[in-house]
């Protein structure tokens, strides 16, 4: 079935005769008139789906002539990643959706929607270099526009916490100029802002710093395939995350080379079971 859809697929997205909205609709249609009842199946053709779009309309793009397309499918995409637990796939996606953006050439409305949808997504991985930088294009062009609002506050301090916590973010901080500096600035308090400063971790747990650098996501994903490997047949009864934690922690220093406090260790006060 699946090498079927695959040529059902390339023989709409090569339809020289149809429009790209005709082409995609046309997609669309075979994933309607092909839906399974397992979600994983569903899962995995959305994938297909999705991605054949992409190169379609990539191929097509010239002068960012269908960046809301492009972006439209990068999220949909990028929540099926999410939904699959595939988080790996994020760091090429986002990667992907920056090249698209970068230039400062897309166009707010097409942004506008798709963008924190992408984040949202992004932020569920190890890939906070990348959530970075898409956190700053997205609050940029929000300034430009005069759309940066109280509801964006959220991203925001998402954004500000990483400027802080990333070791080597000193590359993007032309992006960080003066005028979104001064709009962020109107919609936090002085009190909001130092205590930003004082406490930046994101969540409710200190992190070690080692987590937060490119280092740590370039071989994270490999570091939890080895893991889930050695423990795949392990009980998990209570106290089973020191058991985890102290392999992940043997396995960074004997493979990685990182130095790497658990979180036990980084916060002291809280119970672990």
């Not at 999220?75 to 595939?86: G, H, R, Y």
């Not at 080692?210 to 209570?238: C, G, K």
Request: charged share 30%; with cysteine; aromatic share 12%.
């Amino acid at each position: 079935m699946k090498k079927k859809i695959k040529e059902q697929i390339c023989e709409v997205t090569h339809d020289g005769t149809k429009c790209i909205d005709e082409r995609i609709d046309a997609v669309f249609n075979i994933r309607q008139n092909n839906m399974p009842d397992d979600t994983s199946k569903q899962l995995a053709d959305d994938v297909i789906y999705f991605s054949s779009l992409i190169t379609m309309t990539l191929e097509e793009n010239g002068p960012h002539m269908y960046d809301s397309h492009l972006l439209e499918l990068y999220t949909l995409l990028a929540e099926t990643f999410v939904e699959q637990k595939d988080y790996r796939q994020l760091g090429q996606l986002a990667e992907d959706v920056l090249d698209l953006i970068r230039y400062e050439v897309t166009s707010w409305e097409a942004m506008e929607y798709t963008l924190p949808r992408i984040i949202d997504a992004v932020g569920e991985s190890v890939y906070n270099h990348y959530l970075y930088e898409l956190l700053l294009h997205y609050s940029r062009a929000a300034t430009r526009e005069g759309k940066l609002s109280v509801e964006m506050k959220g991203h925001l301090r998402k954004m500000l916490k990483l400027r802080i916590l990333l070791e080597d973010n000193f590359w993007l901080d032309h992006l960080f100029n003066k005028d979104l500096q001064k709009a962020i600035a109107s919609l936090f308090s002085s009190e909001e802002l130092l205590k930003i400063m004082m406490r930046p971790d994101i969540g409710n747990l200190r992190k070690d710093p080692v987590e937060y650098t490119l280092e740590w996501e370039s071989i994270y994903y490999d570091l939890q395939d080895e893991l889930d490997r050695r423990f795949s047949n392990a009980p998990r009864h209570m106290g089973f995350c020191f058991y985890y934690w102290n392999a992940e922690k043997e396995l960074l220093r004997e493979k990685y080379n990182i130095e790497w406090l658990t979180p036990s260790q980084m916060n002291p006060g809280v119970m672990f079971d």
